[in-house]
């Protein structure tokens, strides 16, 4: 079989290519943070930020080729009822390259430029997506996944690094920015509420997500690791000093949930696989940044509570993301290497 034209390549281009940016990202600064009790961790730490930059920019070459010359195939995959969830992939990837770069210390126009370029499209995103789907029949039961958490978890990523640039910002333009992060929590907060609570009828009441939507389930960890995070850091830049408590406490009750659901997704995983019912396709990367921002979740309680327990599990959560980080990409290159992973599905 010939290996794809570029042309070819573009038009069947999935938008889930982005998970692999926002996993790697995640899997950057948590090995950053980490590094700071073990300082052999800094060189990979900052060859994965650099690898994680690269990777944004070869990707959306495609992704903006697909979009300029190849617009019905997009649009069909924006009407799509499962595939249209993963466009938003884009736009938070942009979100976590904003916080990985301040992370690494990059200047502060680079990050601000980057955040409001996902926040824009993100927003955009998730109405558009939404719109769509809440227009049309074309979403059924079978359809339902955690994959359509990924437009709230989007929304909650928003001041993972806006937070932190609020620090850099005054006047109109920081009260702006405050309020852009507080719409971007609010709404995928409570998003996400109504979408747990239609995962989990699917996961009772109909037929189990199996085979290249396996992976999905992991994905209930990233906004249980992404909204205690992000909630703290918008609390921290309002002139109220006690909701910061309230805010640890409800942190803990999250992450509670996380450990229990870290737990379920292994056991569901294993299973898949015992099965025979986990063959390799790009929904692999949905292991990745789920797990990164739960064992980020549990490593910032250990900074501001001090429990080891928690740092326990937040490295054995970091050591899993990086096993599955390893065989995704491996799988994926050997995809890339041979075409196959750029054939259209089905």
């Not at 995070?229 to 921290?236: F, I, N, P, R, Y």
Request: net charge positive.
């Amino acid at each position: 079989m010939a290996y794809p034209r570029f042309a070819d390549i573009s038009r069947n281009f999935a938008p889930g290519w982005f998970a692999a940016v926002m996993g790697t990202g995640v899997l950057a600064t948590t090995t950053l943070r980490l590094a700071g009790d073990w300082p052999l961790l800094a060189l990979p730490a900052s060859i994965l930020h650099w690898f994680n930059s690269l990777l944004f920019v070869a990707l959306a070459v495609p992704w903006l080729v697909r979009w300029l010359r190849f617009q019905p195939a997009a649009l069909a995959t924006l009407r799509h009822p499962v595939q249209a969830s993963f466009y938003p992939t884009f736009s938070i990837a942009l979100l976590v390259l904003a916080a990985q770069w301040l992370a690494f210390g990059a200047p502060v126009g680079v990050a601000l430029a980057l955040w409001w370029l996902g926040v824009i499209m993100h927003f955009a995103f998730s109405f558009a997506i939404l719109f769509v789907m809440f227009r049309g029949e074309h979403v059924s039961a079978e359809h339902v996944t955690p994959a359509k958490f990924i437009p709230a978890v989007g929304l909650v990523v928003m001041p993972l690094a806006g937070g932190p640039l609020l620090a850099q910002a005054d006047g109109a333009l920081r009260e702006w920015m405050l309020t852009v992060n507080v719409i971007g929590l609010g709404a995928g907060s409570m998003m996400y509420l109504g979408l747990l609570g239609l995962t989990l009828h699917r996961k009772y009441l109909h037929a189990p997500a199996q085979g290249v939507l396996t992976p999905t389930v992991w994905i209930h960890l990233a906004p249980i690791g992404v909204i205690p995070v992000s909630l703290l850091l918008v609390v921290e830049q309002l002139p109220f000093p006690a909701l910061r408590e309230a805010a640890i406490v409800l942190m803990l009750l999250v992450w509670g949930f996380g450990v229990w659901w870290l737990v379920m997704a292994s056991l569901l995983t294993l299973a898949a696989r015992a099965a025979g019912q986990l063959p390799f396709a790009l929904s692999w990367w949905g292991f990745t940044f789920p797990l990164g921002a739960f064992a980020s979740e549990s490593l910032r309680l250990k900074a501001l509570l001090g429990w080891h327990s928690a740092y326990a599990i937040g490295v054995v959560a970091w050591l899993l993301l990086c096993f599955l980080w390893a065989v995704t990409l491996l799988r994926t290159a050997r995809g890339v290497a041979s075409g196959a992973i750029f054939q259209p599905p089905g």
